[in-house]
């Protein structure tokens, strides 16, 4: 093998490469939109999320949610305890969520404030269209 034919074979190989990243990226692109349409579930208008600074809570079935508008989007978090699945409940004055089984407390952002949780709560994927927030039904 030439010198000219290898590097003729190692940037094809690049082509057919780079080729198989775009096709990859692109079915990916298009299945999470097709997955979206068909899975998104309209739980708030996004003028109501604004106006509650402070948060606000929905129900969709049995997912209970607390919504928030960040200054950029809309924050939304399960509300199922990460120690053990209790719905949390959340007090406005002081901005925390707090679990009645345990005493587990998180922040608006979903982070653990004090014990017995250790793990974050679950943050649902949210998108704004006009002015609806959806969440992605994850069941
Ligand atoms: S279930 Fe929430 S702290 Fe245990």
């Avoid at 004055?93 to 004090?114: E, I, K, M, T, Y």
Wanted: aromatic content about 8%; overall charge positive; hydrophobic content about 40%.
């Amino acid at each position: 093998m030439t010198r000219r034919q290898l590097l003729s074979l190692l940037l094809n190989g690049a082509w057919v490469g780079g080729l198989g990243v775009l096709s990859w990226q692109l079915v990916d692109w298009i299945t999470s939109r097709i997955r979206w349409q068909l899975r998104k579930v309209r739980v708030a208008s996004l003028r109501d999320v604004i106006q509650h600074e402070a948060g606000v809570i929905v129900q969709n079935g049995q997912r209970v949610m607390f919504l928030r508008w960040d200054g950029r989007m809309v924050l939304a978090l399960d509300l199922r305890c990460t120690h053990g699945n209790c719905t949390l409940r959340y007090d406005a004055a002081s901005r925390q969520l707090f679990c009645p089984c345990h005493g587990g407390v998180f922040d608006r952002d979903g982070n653990v404030v004090a014990g017995p949780p250790t793990t974050p709560l679950h943050r649902l994927p949210t998108r704004v269209e006009v002015d609806a927030v959806y969440v992605l039904d994850e069941s």
